[in-house]
C-alpha cells in the first residue's frame, strides 16, 4: 500500500467535505435567515441619578414586542456590578440602592427587581410582573440613594423559547 498517497486522498476528501458542510450552512442562513436574539432600544444617555424621582418620556420607544422585556443601565466608572450579591457598587464598595418603575399610558406602575448584570458595568431591571402585550408604556421613573451616572438607558426585548 502507498500510505503518502492514501493520505492525500483522505486529505482531500476531508476538505471536500468541509467546503461541502460550509457551502450547506451559507445556503440555510440565506434561505431561513438569521434571527435577532435582543432587540434593544436606546432610551437616554448621560443620566445622572438623584434621591429624587426622575422620569424620562418613553412613549413609542419601549414597546412590547417579544415576552420578555428590562431596562438596562450603563454604567459609567467608578460604579460597577457585583453580581454575585446583586447589587450596584460605588468605587469605594458603597451600595447604591436603584428603584425603577415602568409606567403606561393608562397610569399602570410596574415596579422593577435586579434582574441580571452583563459584565461589571450593565445592569438590567425586569418588571416584577409581566407586561401584557398591547400596553404601552409612556415613562421610565428612576431614583437613586447615592447620586451616580450612566452612560446609557437600554430597552431590551427577547423571547424565552429563542435562548435555546
Not at 435586579?114 to 431614583?143: C, D, I, W
Amino acid at each position: 500500500m502507498n500510505y503518502k498517497k492514501m493520505r492525500k486522498e483522505v486529505f482531500i476528501a476531508v476538505i471536500i467535505v468541509l467546503i461541502a458542510s460550509l457551502s450547506s450552512f451559507y445556503a440555510m442562513t440565506r434561505l431561513m435567515g438569521t434571527k435577532e436574539l435582543y432587540h434593544n432600544t436606546t432610551l437616554a444617555e448621560d443620566v445622572t441619578f438623584t434621591s429624587n424621582w426622575q422620569e424620562i418620556d418613553i412613549s413609542g420607544l419601549a414597546k412590547i414586542e417579544r415576552d420578555s422585556q428590562m431596562v438596562g443601565f450603563k454604567l459609567k466608572e467608578p460604579y460597577w456590578v457585583d453580581f454575585d450579591l446583586g447589587e450596584l457598587k460605588s468605587g469605594t464598595g458603597e451600595i447604591v440602592r436603584l428603584e425603577v418603575r415602568l409606567v403606561t399610558q393608562e397610569g399602570k406602575i410596574y415596579p422593577t427587581y435586579f434582574g441580571n448584570a452583563r459584565g461589571k458595568r450593565l445592569v438590567s431591571y425586569r418588571p416584577e410582573t409581566l407586561l401584557e402585550p398591547g400596553e404601552k408604556l409612556e415613562k421610565l421613573q428612576f431614583r437613586c440613594d447615592v447620586p451616580f451616572e450612566a452612560e446609557s438607558i437600554i430597552w431590551t426585548t427577547y423571547n424565552i423559547k429563542d435562548m435555546k
